[in-house]
T-cell receptor, first 110, second 113 residues
């Protein structure tokens, strides 16, 4: 199962939209992309999952282009409480494995 | 509905000692996972299970064993603890494909001296 690649860190300001991109060049046909958020001293929390095109829920949007080699998590109007580590995962439908990448540390400034 | 619980929350072991970490979920999930997270690092998959009675190796399985005798429980064993196993251990569970939302426990902080 190929690991995903993300930027190590990003900075933003309150009220801005943040887009975090993940590369998964060798994604398998049946695999899904999921994103998680982790605060210090806590377990990760699921944000969103998608297969193709765009998915939106109450906290984020996920865009996956037709070739599915990358995905972009979009957080609208971030606040200080969105400061966290964000992980992109490729979910294997063949094995059940879920491998975390290195994650992106998002720092939201006032 | 407690979700995913982990026992114990903290533990200090001496090198060579053994212990078992217990993960329990009350959501009737098929899949369960054990991860470890070292300070400042991401999560690494140790072992996982896709159903009662099944287990499979993850990225870093050496030095650990697991068992899933009951659907709701997933045990992680350290037979002979080493300082390199000092970490925070997270358990997670999910329904199964195509649902990839994992529910995580609060973690077990293990120190091996």
């Amino acid at each position: 199962l190929a690991k995903t690649t993300q930027p190590i860190s990003m900075d933003s300001y309150e009220g801005q939209e943040v887009n975090i991109t993940c590369s998964h060049n060798n994604i398998a046909t049946n695999d899904y992309i999921t994103w998680y958020q982790q605060f210090p001293s806590q377990g990760p929390r699921f944000i969103i999952q998608g297969y193709k095109t765009k998915v939106t829920n109450e906290v984020a949007s996920l865009f996956i282009p037709a070739d599915r080699k990358s995905s972009t998590l979009s957080l609208p109007r971030v606040s200080l409480s969105d400061t966290a580590v964000y992980y992109c995962l490729e979910g294997s439908s063949n094995t059940g494995k879920l491998i975390f990448g290195q994650g992106t540390t998002l720092q939201v400034k006032p | 509905n407690a979700g995913v619980t982990q026992t114990p929350k903290f533990r200090v072991l001496k090198t060579g000692q053994s212990m078992t970490l217990l993960c329990a979920q009350d959501m009737n999930h098929e899949y369960m996972y054990w991860y470890r997270q070292d300070p400042g690092m991401g999560l690494r998959l140790i072992h996982y299970s896709v159903g009662e009675g099944t287990t499979a190796k993850g990225e870093v399985p050496d030095g650990y064993n697991v068992s899933r005798l009951k659907k709701q429980n997933f045990l992680l064993g350290l037979e002979s603890a080493a300082p390199s196993q000092t970490s925070v251990y997270f358990c997670a569970s999910r329904w199964g494909d195509p649902y990839y939302e994992q529910y995580f426990g609060p973690g077990t902080r293990l120190t091996v001296t």
